[in-house]
């Protein structure tokens, strides 16, 4: 089992940036890929973007894409989420996750004022 914990939320304002965090404990996560989701009030959780098990490869939702920026350095078992040019709309708890495991962190929140 891997217990994974967010960081680096806060409150920003519109155009700033801010990088989350990601670690994990427990098993490795060397070999899976990795997921950040996002879940505004009273919205279901999106996924927001996704890295292969070696950073090779990336995927992001398209409202992020140019403005998120996910990476991971997998010897501190940390993923990361460079976020920049942050909107309103990017207000809501983030999440990372293993891919397809089930095993989730309990989230920061990331509040954008305009």
């Known amino acids: 089992q891997v217990q994974l914990v967010e960081s680096g939320g806060g409150l920003v304002q519109a155009g700033g940036s801010l990088r989350l965090s990601c670690v994990a404990s427990?098993?490795?996560?060397?070999?899976?890929?990795m997921g950040w989701f996002r879940q505004a009030p009273g919205k279901e959780r999106e996924f927001v973007a996704r890295?292969?098990?070696?950073?090779?490869?990336?995927s992001y939702v398209d409202s992020v894409k140019g403005r998120f920026t996910i990476s991971r350095d997998n010897a501190k078992r940390t993923v990361y989420l460079q976020m920049s040019s942050l909107k309103p709309e990017d207000t809501a708890v983030y999440y990372c996750?293993?891919?397809?495991?089930?095993?989730w962190g309990q989230g920061t929140q990331v509040t954008v004022s305009s």
């Open positions: 996750a293993v891919i397809g495991s089930g095993s």
């Open positions: 427990g098993r490795t996560i060397s070999y899976y890929d």
């Open positions: 890295i292969n098990w070696n950073g090779g490869s990336t």
